[in-house]
């Protein structure tokens, strides 16, 4: 796929949707990191339910901390692994406290420092929080950037590297989130919906579906 084609699938999904963003409700940066955390092998609506709960009696390191790992986990235990994301999220806040005065860092290396924060969760705090231009490559981005072509990969991190250096500099900041949505919604992994596709005519994808 040549530059011009991916200009014109970026400023069609600009058009289409000017400002996008997370799907996770939040308020402050340490939120958004623990709704990321949360949502590993979980649904976005699923974690707003339960950081609706959590959010609403402890939001900061140190009301998590002083909630505890038992307290953490009634709040949270509707999401898929919550025992083992309640342990990261508890460590994760005594070295939020210890290490950052109790903020989130914006720094790739400190955030993956954080027990249950890899790549792609620093990826999103860094972009959504703080403004990165960061891609943090999902199943939806991964399946969106081969399928196409707009940034073919064999692993997440050449999906990552391809689409920093192909994506027009004008729409890294927002590329991140019209990709997972496109993928949530249209280019989906079973059946894509490419009748009702706005980038149709530009995917390179070789079996489209018609619906």
């Given at each position: 796929?040549?530059?011009?084609?991916?200009?014109?699938?970026?400023?069609?999904?600009?058009?289409?949707?000017?400002?996008?963003?997370?799907?996770?409700?939040?308020?402050?940066?340490?939120?958004?990191?623990?709704?990321?955390?949360?949502?590993?092998?979980?649904?976005?609506?699923?974690?707003?339910?339960?950081?609706?709960?959590?959010?609403?009696?402890?939001?900061?390191?140190?009301?998590?901390?002083?909630?505890?790992?038992?307290?953490?986990?009634?709040?949270?235990?509707?999401?898929?692994?919550?025992?083992?994301?309640?342990?990261?999220?508890?460590?994760?806040?005594?070295?939020?406290?210890?290490?950052?005065?109790?903020?989130?860092?914006?720094?790739?290396?400190?955030?993956?420092?954080?027990?249950?924060?890899?790549?792609?969760?620093?990826?999103?705090?860094?972009?959504?929080?703080?403004g990165q231009p960061t891609v943090a490559v999902d199943t939806h981005i991964f399946?969106?950037?081969?399928?196409?072509?707009?940034?073919?990969?064999?692993?997440?991190?050449?999906?990552?590297?391809?689409?920093?250096?192909?994506?027009?500099?004008?729409?890294?900041?927002?590329?991140?989130?019209?990709?997972?949505?496109?993928?949530?919604?249209?280019?989906?992994?079973?059946?894509?919906?490419?009748?009702?596709?706005?980038?149709?005519?530009?995917?390179?994808?070789?079996?489209?579906?018609?619906?």
């Open positions: 796929m040549n530059r011009e084609r991916r200009q014109q699938i970026f400023s069609r999904l600009r058009a289409e949707n000017p400002h996008p963003t997370t799907e996770l409700h939040y308020t402050t940066p340490f939120e958004l990191l623990v709704a990321v955390i949360l949502s590993a092998q979980a649904t976005d609506k699923g974690v707003n339910k339960a950081t609706a709960r959590l959010f609403a009696v402890a939001n900061t390191p140190e009301k998590i901390v002083a909630l505890g790992e038992a307290g953490l986990k009634e709040q949270i235990k509707t999401i898929g692994l919550y025992h083992t994301k309640a342990a990261n999220i508890i460590k994760s806040c005594h070295l939020l406290i210890e290490r950052h005065g109790g903020e989130v860092p914006a720094e790739r290396e400190a955030l993956e420092a954080l027990p249950g924060v890899g790549r792609k969760t620093a990826n999103v705090v860094l972009n959504t929080a703080f399946r969106v950037a081969n399928r196409t072509r707009i940034a073919p990969g064999k692993t997440v991190l050449e999906v990552e590297k391809k689409l920093l250096r192909f994506i027009p500099a004008e729409f890294l900041q927002d590329a991140h989130h019209w990709l997972i949505l496109h993928g949530r919604y249209v280019c989906v992994a079973r059946k894509p919906r490419c009748g009702a596709c706005i980038i149709e005519d530009l995917c390179e994808y070789k079996s489209k579906a018609i619906e």
